[in-house]
């Protein structure tokens, strides 16, 4: 097999790392280059999980959370911070967690990720969040279940004064 095998019927592309652990990804109308795209991001985890080695960060997955499927969840190490160690995966179907995830506890899924960064998002929308205030939202939102609240504007008194 090659390393990389693509069925343009099913939309299905495989892989298979090292480890022989195999990824398999679903897509419905992604073009090659997003296809891509998310196979590279998948491959990164899976193979730095697998291998023990570098391992993607918090940063890194809110970093390309639009090229992430909703069905997946976010797994990473307590004390949640941009820094922490996090994978991407299926949510396994007994409620444990996915291989490769140890030390790591579930954080949020990607559907509740995108919420929290969109509800941060307008509390200024001419303004572009960055990764750590991005990263914050998400957080804030996998703590309390719900989105931050927008922040109160300073309240101000004037006083009038007029002479007559």
């Not at 023990?52 to 909703?70: F, K, P, R």
């Not at 307008?122 to 719900?146: F, G, S």
Request: hydrophobic fraction near 40%; glycine fraction near 4%; include cysteine.
């Amino acid at each position: 097999m090659d390393e990389h095998e693509v069925d343009r019927r099913s939309h299905t592309i495989q892989s298979q790392i090292p480890t022989s652990v195999y990824i398999v990804l679903h897509f419905s109308t992604l073009s090659d280059e997003q296809m891509l795209a998310r196979l590279l991001l998948y491959r990164r985890a899976m193979t730095a999980t697998a291998l023990g080695s570098e391992t993607m960060t918090l940063a890194d997955v809110i970093q390309q959370i639009d090229q992430l499927d909703d069905g997946l969840c976010i797994y990473a190490t307590p004390r949640w911070r941009a820094e922490s160690p996090a994978l991407v995966a299926q949510e396994p179907r007994d409620g444990g967690l996915p291989a490769g995830a140890k030390g790591m506890t579930y954080l949020i899924s990607l559907r509740q990720a995108r919420r929290a960064i969109a509800a941060r998002s307008a509390w200024r929308p001419e303004q572009e969040l960055n990764i750590r205030d991005r990263c914050k939202a998400v957080i804030y939102y996998a703590v309390y279940d719900a989105p931050e609240p927008r922040p109160q504007a300073a309240h101000t008194e004037i006083e009038l004064s007029i002479a007559i």
